[in-house]
């Protein structure tokens, strides 16, 4: 039997889960299966086939389903899986050859019910997804809050891109729901349930994010709209840091505004972007990515804000009901 059961939703992505299924077949721990979750992709963007040519390498099984969503396609991947400990992958991902090996030996050493790790750069990525990347996890535009080394500002929440779980805990909780933040959420369910969740730092994966700007933007504002459909969940998960995105937004506005009739007040403005710009160009070793990721900086941030602002007036002042993590992606690929 494998120790671990690695579980794979997939739509419409053919190509990126090629990339991936590369990745695990040269991970250098081989006792491991895989089952993709195909969920109700289009014909001719459906991956069965680039599965098939895995066959010999992996030990690998492929499922498809009707269109339910990322949370519903994990859950049922979780009841065909073999092994006692599942671990989750998104399909834009690259997993380093020694990540299985650094999560086992991990395991051996000081078990947990519940892990995560970060992400990271590829080399291969684009100038703007590596842009994109420093955005989601540099201190200057996450706090530290994800997986950095500041995370102490808040108990670590795995994120459904990169994360781990044992049997034990999927029958326990009933795995992910479907809402928005179904990650945090199902790691807070975890904490209550009586479970641990940490982070392995150096299990981190090559995480591509989205491609373009308008992409990007469309994700951190459903994610700005999830932390308030999970402070109606869990009260108690909504940290003072969490406003920081919303206050920035707030303030951003009201510097401009001001600008008219006093216009030192941009140079605020200017010196966070240099901030961003300085900071990016050094880890990126390129003032290209450097100036790319103060664009994405001020995207994560106000699409992040006006998500939030969002849906605090809807959830929270008018009291409308929460709908499902599938609905609110059905809904913003139609307006877009």
């Known amino acids: 039997m494998p120790y671990f059961s ?74 065909k899986a073999s092994a006692n400990y599942f671990i989750f992958f998104d399909s834009d991902v690259i997993v380093p050859d020694d990540y299985m090996q650094i999560v086992h030996d991990y395991l051996q050493k000081d078990y947990t019910d519940s892990f995560g790790g970060p992400d990271a750069a590829h080399h291969s990525f684009t100038d703007i997804q590596k842009a994109i990347n420093h955005s989601m996890t540099s201190f200057f535009t996450t706090g530290g809050i994800r997986g950095g080394k500041a995370s102490g500002m808040e108990k670590f929440c795995p994120r459904s891109f990169n994360m781990g779980i044992s049997r034990e805990v999927f029958v326990k909780t009933g795995g992910f729901n479907d809402t928005l933040g179904e990650d945090i959420d199902l790691s807070t369910r975890i904490r ?54 919303a206050v920035f937004t707030l303030g951003t506005l009201m510097l401009l505004i001001l600008s008219f009739w006093f216009p030192p007040f941009l140079w605020l403005i200017v010196i966070y972007a240099l901030i961003l710009f300085i900071d990016s160009s050094i880890k990126n070793k390129s003032a290209k990515i450097g100036f790319i990721s103060v664009f994405t900086g001020f995207i994560q941030l106000l699409g992040y804000g006006t998500g939030f602002i969002r849906a605090f007036w809807s959830k929270v002042i008018l009291k409308k009901e929460l709908e499902s993590r599938n609905k609110i992606k059905k809904m913003y690929n139609k307006e877009n």
């Not at 991936?20 to 081989?30: I, N, P, R, V």
């Not at 895989?34 to 066959?55: L, Q």
């Not at 390498?57 to 049922?76: A, H, V």
């Not at 940490?198 to 994010?209: D, Q």
Request: hydrophobic share 35%.
């Open 6 to 79: 690695i579980i794979i939703p997939v739509y419409n992505r053919p190509d990126e889960i090629r990339e991936l299924l590369d990745s695990l077949a040269s991970q250098t721990y081989k006792n491991f299966e895989v089952i993709v979750m195909e969920d109700g992709s289009r014909d001719g963007f459906k991956c069965d086939d680039i599965v098939k040519e895995y066959n010999d390498r992996l030990d690998i099984k492929y499922f498809y389903k009707p269109n339910t969503g990322q949370s519903d396609s994990r859950n049922i991947g979780m009841t």
């Open 192 to 245: 209550k349930a009586g479970f641990q969740t940490r982070l392995i730092r150096e299990a981190f994966v090559y995480h591509k994010r989205r491609v373009d700007m308008h992409k990007f933007l469309k994700q951190v504002h459903i994610f700005g709209q999830a932390r308030i459909s999970l402070y109606k969940q869990h009260p108690e998960s909504l940290k003072l840091v969490h406003f920081a995105p």
